[in-house]
């Protein structure tokens, strides 16, 4: 396989380092703010936040005077895998999208070409200030596309999608089910803990797993301890197929009459959960993540994430694939969640600083990530977001809640410094250690091979 993306070494972990001047959203229990704050970071993690007294020789200096600081974004449900597939799945509901376009693709997907692909998203996820992915993975190429998110400096969760059953499947895309669990206990002992890479078992939906791939999943992640993600209550006309499939059950009753509930359970989208679902979830390692854009490009409706949250459900935010979104903006989820919510709920359900919470503190607590990530708190990770102000849609006056600015005028634009465990991966909107170069010229020609391979007419 290829390997040029990563231009430079990383830095040594044990720099310290200090942003000054900043106005900083800790986005910690109180929703404190402090301005003209100091963030001393040391050997990757978060030492001090307000004043610092004392500098350790050889401190490196970034002075954010007139910038805020926020924690690194965190996106729940992304696919890396289809990057290269957007604007291809146009004009379609969920299972007509996923059977003409998006498997057909994802099945003519080798080593290679997902290697780039993961690339491609990464870097454009780090210029929009992403830090944490929780990506779904695909068939074929998933340890190509593990390895690029493993060199892409993003922390994240990830493995491969698993598939075994269902209508309209292209060969290859489907593995039975031992051999699926296999390969992806495999590709586990092989990634978790590399890098920033924890490792997750990832049955795509209800309709492509048999039970004996779920009942397997389950007992995986019971031995292995990884999480399960998956998608599901994503659109009606899916749920109505799982009904029929499920002798009427639909995916939560599945879910908790199979012991897939018992395990660390991360659903994508969630749109269609509702009361019913609630009582079978409470107390359960449980949660959905929020896909706003994707929700409304294949039609699936708005998920009431307020009932969910007062539910106690956590719920994180995602970008879900660029072939149903069609960017890697967070700070676009971020927007739409709060928008959505006011249609749902009125103007003051929903504050702009809870929908900035879906993309790091509770995002965090969403990903079991809480104790590490999602808030500029002393001793969390060194992973921040630093945001200009000096576009004129950031101009504003003093009284303006600064989470108000980020959540409704904000966007990738406004990015200009990424950290991840204090490596600075982003300096004034330029990756500093992939080669953007490398991967536009690489991808192109890995994409151009996929989409011929699929054999898909455009
Ligand atoms: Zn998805």
């Given at each position: 396989m290829s390997n040029a993306s990563r231009s430079t070494e990383r830095p040594n972990s044990t720099s310290s380092l200090l942003l000054y001047g900043g106005t900083v959203l800790t986005m910690d229990g109180g929703f404190r703010v402090i301005r003209?704050?100091?963030?001393?970071?040391?050997?990757?993690?978060?030492?001090?936040?307000?004043?610092?007294?004392?500098?350790?020789?050889?401190?490196?200096?970034?002075?954010?005077?007139g910038h805020l600081?926020?924690?690194?974004?965190?996106?729940?449900?992304?696919?890396?895998?289809?990057?290269?597939?957007?604007?291809?799945?146009?004009?379609?509901?969920?299972?007509?999208?996923?059977?003409?376009?998006?498997?057909?693709?994802?099945?003519?997907?080798?080593?290679?070409?997902?290697?780039?692909?993961?690339?491609?998203?990464?870097?454009?996820?780090?210029?929009?200030?992403t830090t944490t992915i929780q990506d779904i993975g695909i068939g074929p190429g998933a340890r190509g596309l593990l390895r690029g998110i493993e060199e892409s400096g993003l922390r994240a969760i990830a493995g491969k999608c698993l598939m075994d059953v269902g209508e309209d499947l292209p060969e290859g895309l489907a593995q039975d089910a031992d051999q699926a669990l296999a390969g992806t206990e495999a590709l586990g002992s092989d990634f978790d803990g590399k890098a920033r890479l924890q490792y997750s078992i990832n049955p795509r939906f209800i309709l492509s797993c048999s039970d004996a791939l779920w009942s397997g999943a389950r007992d995986l992640?019971?031995?292995?301890?990884?999480?399960?993600?998956?998608?599901?209550?994503?659109?009606?006309?899916?749920t109505e197929v799982v009904r029929q499939l499920?002798?009427?059950?639909?995916?939560?009753?599945?879910?908790?009459?199979?012991?897939?509930?018992?395990?660390?359970?991360?659903?994508?989208?969630?749109?269609?959960?509702d009361d019913p679902h609630y009582s079978r979830v409470s107390g359960k390692s449980f949660s959905v993540v929020h896909c706003p854009a994707a929700n409304l490009k294949l039609g699936s409706g708005i998920?009431?994430?307020?009932?969910?949250?007062?539910?106690?459900?956590?719920?994180?935010?995602?970008?879900?694939?660029?072939?149903?979104?069609?960017?890697?903006?967070?700070?676009?989820?971020?927007?739409?969640?709060?928008?959505?919510?006011?249609?749902?709920?009125g103007p003051d359900v929903f504050s702009g600083r809870e929908a900035l919470s879906l993309a790091t503190s509770e995002g965090a607590r969403a990903l079991g990530l809480d104790h590490q990530v999602g808030s500029v708190e002393v001793g969390k990770r060194a992973d921040l977001v630093v945001l200009s102000l000096?576009?004129?849609?950031?101009?504003?006056?003093?009284?303006?809640?600064?989470?108000?600015?980020v959540c409704y005028s904000a966007s990738r634009a406004n990015v200009r410094h990424v950290f991840v465990d204090g490596e600075q991966l982003v300096e004034d909107g330029r990756l500093t250690q992939l080669n953007m170069e490398d991967i536009r010229r690489e991808a192109e020609i890995a994409r151009g091979q996929l989409v011929r391979r699929s054999g898909i007419e455009l």
């Open positions: 003209d704050a100091e963030v001393l970071i040391q050997r990757g993690r978060i030492a001090s936040v307000g004043k610092t007294l004392t500098l350790m020789p050889g401190t490196r200096l970034v002075d954010v005077t600081v926020i924690p690194g974004l965190i996106q729940g449900h992304v696919h890396l895998g289809q990057t290269f597939f957007r604007g291809l799945g146009e004009g379609r509901l969920l299972l007509p999208w996923l059977k003409e376009r998006i498997w057909p693709l994802e099945a003519a997907h080798d080593d290679e070409s997902a290697y780039w692909c993961a690339l491609q998203g990464a870097a454009e996820a780090l210029l929009a200030g992640s019971d031995q292995r301890g990884w999480p399960i993600h998956t998608h599901a209550l994503e659109q009606k006309e899916e499920k002798n009427g059950r639909d995916e939560i009753e599945y879910f908790d009459e199979n012991g897939i509930l018992d395990t660390d359970l991360r659903i994508a989208h969630g749109v269609w959960l998920a009431d994430i307020v009932r969910h949250r007062r539910a106690g459900v956590p719920v994180g935010l995602g970008c879900d694939g660029v072939a149903c979104n069609n960017g890697f903006d967070a700070f676009e989820e971020i927007r739409l969640a709060a928008l959505l919510q006011t249609v749902k709920h000096d576009r004129p849609e950031m101009w504003a006056a003093k009284t303006v809640d600064p989470h108000d600015l």
